[in-house]
């Protein structure tokens, strides 16, 4: 497939050891080798991957004329070996297109074979790079970030302790809302869709959280995670993405599971918005929760509470300290300060929030 594609010396990138242990990194090795294609490794990829292991990518990449990049594990280090494709195709500083200076123009071809269903990076353009330098977290989408190809075998997911399964689960739960809380109606389909994609990840989030070892809930979930983020539950653009926002800056800052910080922020970011977004709130209770309150600010509410049910029902915090984070005022002041861009920007489309909505939010989730 890299032959394919055009590659034919290919960078294996991989995380911090789950891909040496389960044996899946010889086998890809090998399997490379067989097919004549050439290779170097660069292994180290930390959750919330950071820029210094993409700088070192891009030095090993042209050291090696590399023109392929094959990513073996999750969200992490996708994104990283995108980083590092986009550094390879372009001049200049890589942060560059993250901090939004320049925009690329480029891309080396990038395949992966995942282990993990959450991010659902493998379907999108974006990819989401930390920099150590002010712990600075910042996404980049772009049309040359998609993958090639993406190999997705559900039972190389077998492996994933509990609070990374659940914690992948609730990242594509939230992919679906963020695109669900729009202020563009995307019409019945795209709706219904969305209610079914929902009811199927947490009908089979349940069934992991009580065996992990189900294969074909496993499957279910890494479906799902390529439906919720590959533009068939809405336009990524169109969605509200605060949660998202906000809680890049939390695993920025203090290097947390994404899913686990979402989970922690939505309900307070929910409760925050849901007055002008009441009847959204209310079709998403009665459709997900089949909650028959006949009065939209109730109904609305009561599904938010089921939400953060759910949440507790599977072990993800719903508050900032649950994570270990005792947040002070100050450092509220600067995931603020960071999250609007240095007083900058709003984020969010169901209400649009300032810098001191998003202290709030976060004082609310604290
Ligand atoms: O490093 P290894 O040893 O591989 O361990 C990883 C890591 O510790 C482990 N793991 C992966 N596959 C495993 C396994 N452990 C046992 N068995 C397996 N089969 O899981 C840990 C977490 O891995 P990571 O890749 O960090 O998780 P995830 O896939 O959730 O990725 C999270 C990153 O993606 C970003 C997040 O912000 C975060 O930085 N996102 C990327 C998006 C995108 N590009 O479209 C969208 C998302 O909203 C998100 O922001
Ligand atoms: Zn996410």
């Known amino acids: 497939m890299i032959r394919a594609f055009g590659g034919a010396k290919a960078l294996v990138h991989y995380g911090g050891g789950s891909a040496v242990r389960s044996g899946l990194l010889e086998r890809v090795c090998a399997s490379l080798s067989e097919a004549g294609v050439d290779y ?38 996708l994104d990283s070996a995108k980083a590092i494709a986009y550094g390879l195709a372009n001049e200049g500083d890589v942060w560059d297109f993250y901090s939004r200076k320049r925009v690329p123009s480029a891309c080396l071809p990038v395949g992966t074979v995942l282990t993990l269903a959450a991010t659902g990076s493998e379907m999108s353009n974006s990819s989401v790079i930390t920099n150590e330098e002010g712990w600075l977290k910042r996404g980049l989408s772009s049309s040359y970030g998609y993958c090639r190809f993406a190999l997705l075998d559900p039972a190389l997911t077998l492996s994933m302790p509990m609070e990374q399964t659940m914690s992948g689960c609730t990242d594509i739960l939230m992919h679906a809302l963020e695109r669900f809380f729009t202020r563009e109606a995307q019409g019945e389909l795209i709706d219904e869709m969305t209610y079914a994609l929902m009811r199927t990840v947490i009908r089979h989030t349940r069934r992991l959280h009580h065996d992990l070892s189900d294969l074909d809930s496993r499957a279910q979930i890494m479906w799902a995670s390529e439906a919720a983020h590959n533009g068939m539950c809405g336009d990524r653009t169109l969605g509200d993405w605060a949660s998202h926002q906000l809680e890049h800056e939390l695993s920025g800052m203090f290097d947390v599971a994404h899913g686990a910080g979402l989970a922690a922020l939505w309900p307070s970011w929910a409760r925050y918005v849901c007055s002008s977004g009441t009847a959204r709130f209310a079709a998403l209770a009665r459709n997900l929760f089949d909650i028959r309150m006949p009065d939209d600010e109730a109904c609305a509410y009561a599904g938010i509470d089921a939400m953060e049910a759910l949440f ?55």
């Open 40 to 77: 170097v490794t660069l292994g180290g990829v930390v959750p919330n991957p950071r820029l210094s292991k993409v700088r070192e990518g891009i030095a090993l990449g042209r050291a090696e004329g590399v023109d392929f990049l094959l990513a073996v594990g999750g969200g992490s280090v």
């Open 312 to 366: 507790r029902e599977i072990g993800m915090p719903v508050r900032i300290h649950e994570l270990g984070i005792t947040l002070s005022d100050e450092q509220i002041d600067l995931l603020a300060r960071k999250c609007s861009y240095d007083h900058s920007r709003t984020i969010g489309k169901i209400k649009a929030l300032d810098e001191e909505d998003m202290k709030n939010i976060y004082r609310q989730a604290r």
